[in-house]
């Protein structure tokens, strides 16, 4: 996009959510305004390198904290610069000393999370959420150790030591990137090593955070079908790939249960899952939604499923909306457990739920009986949904309720 940029225009303009607009301004060359996804504006100044013609930008600052005047008569002194045969992206000086890390962040997601890294979303929310809050307003040049250790710190004081393990990471290779953008010369959190926590992962949601999460799911900034797919994992108390590549043959409507084949579990024997009445509505709200195919969450390439991955990111770059901490889809599988323990459920119900097989070796795969504990395994969900609706809530759903899906 490309037009005379104006102050009116500046404090005016915003993007969609998820998206990201840039703006060119046709009366100064090479002046770029940036709106990211999360509304920030900011300036860069595009360029050509004289000889090899190699595409570069240099950040000149955010807006408004930097004006549209200020912004031209930068690119103005960097289009000299380059006239006279120099590069302004060498020059450490430009742009470089008030750059601060909050700003830095969006380049370093932007520029090269995005582009390198499958789990991005996750490095964005870990920056949003536990550094930028923090040393945001400070200059690169002025973040030192201290400050790095100040929120590894506040991280491990509320509870958290595997989070603060993760962000000392997302830090290290943010910095880095800085180095390699020649923001900086050294990086801050050179040698410092945090051990990762010995023992399972064991978090879960508590009460409160159930009521919000659900609450909020609805206008999180994700795709519906990844919405019904994580309330599907916290009514069902099954996992995440499990829900996501469900097939529409799986499931049985009229017997109120999904059966998962062997060959898409992890242990390769066929569970069955008895649907409480919401479970049978998630379903077939889905269903309906999901076109001619064979899954119930298609994906975006044809004949395919959505995927596991796709679903955790979108539930990453929602962590700091829902206002919660260090979640991922298959802590809700484990929130239904510990829901269903609270409820007095023994816990080889709850095994059987979870299609985990018997440490007892002398009982072989093929004796398995898929129907075994079937009626506790209904008795078991329809409790926990009956429990999940009261802690959200929302209004029970009857069998009598529910319309045919077809």
């Known amino acids: 996009m490309k037009c005379c940029l104006t102050d009116g225009f500046l404090n005016s303009i915003s993007v969609d959510s998820g998206k990201r607009l840039e703006v060119i301004d046709s009366a100064q060359k090479g002046l770029v305004l940036r709106v990211s996804p999360t ?5 860069a100044f595009l360029y050509r390198r004289t000889g090899d013609q190699k595409r570069r930008r240099v950040t000149l600052g955010r807006f408004p904290e930097i004006g549209l005047i200020d912004a031209r008569d ?5 289009q000299a610069d380059i006239e006279r045969g120099h590069d302004p992206a060498d ?5 470089r000393d008030g750059l601060t890390f909050g700003l830095f962040a969006e380049e370093y997601v ?10 991005w979303a996750r490095d964005q929310a870990i920056l949003k ?4 809050p923090s040393i945001g307003h400070k200059r690169l040049s002025e973040i030192d150790r201290g400050d790095v250790r100040n929120i590894l710190a506040s991280i491990e004081a509320r509870g958290a030591p595997v989070q603060a393990c993760r962000v000392l990471e997302v830090i290290r290779k943010a910095f880095n990137f800085a180095i390699h953008r020649n923001h900086l010369s050294v990086n801050p959190c050179s040698g410092m090593v945090m051990a990762m926590p010995a023992g399972q992962r064991e978090r879960s949601l508590a009460p409160e955070e159930i009521n919000r999460f659900w609450d909020q799911l609805a206008k999180a900034n994700m795709a519906w079908s990844s919405q019904q797919i994580l309330r599907v ?56 939604r999901s ?98 609706q009261e802690l959200t809530g929302t209004a029970r759903v009857t069998r009598q ?3 045919p899906w077809r």
Not at 110 to 119: G, V
Not at 293 to 322: C, E, I, Y
Request: proline content about 2%.
């Open 291 to 388: 076109g001619e195919g064979d899954f119930v969450f298609p994906g975006k390439s044809a004949g395919n499923a959505m995927t596991a991955n796709g679903v955790s990111r979108a539930m990453q770059r929602n962590l700091n909306f829902f206002e919660l901490e260090d979640l991922t889809p298959q802590d809700l599988q484990r929130t239904a457990v510990a829901g269903m323990r609270e409820l007095g459920i023994a816990r080889m119900t709850i095994a059987k739920v979870l299609n985990h097989m018997s440490k007892d070796r002398t009982v072989s795969v093929q004796d398995h009986d898929k129907h075994e504990f079937e009626r506790e395994k209904r008795i078991t969900l329809e409790s926990w949904t009956a429990r999940l």
């Open 233 to 288: 994992c916290l009514v069902t108390a099954q996992g995440v790939g499990d829900v996501s590549g469900a097939r529409k043959d799986e499931i049985s409507f009229d017997d109120a249960v999904w059966e998962i084949s062997s060959s898409r579990t992890r242990n390769r024997v066929a569970h069955r899952v008895p649907l409480s009445p919401l479970a049978v509505k998630l379903f077939s709200d889905a269903v309906r």
């Open 110 to 119: 932007e520029q090269h999370a995005m582009r390198h890294k499958r789990s």
């Open 39 to 43: 509304g920030a504006k900011s300036w």
């Open 74 to 78: 930068s690119a103005r002194r960097l």
């Open 91 to 95: 020059n450490h000086s430009v742009g």
């Open 401 to 403: 309720a529910l319309t």
């Open 129 to 132: 959420r536990d550094v930028v």
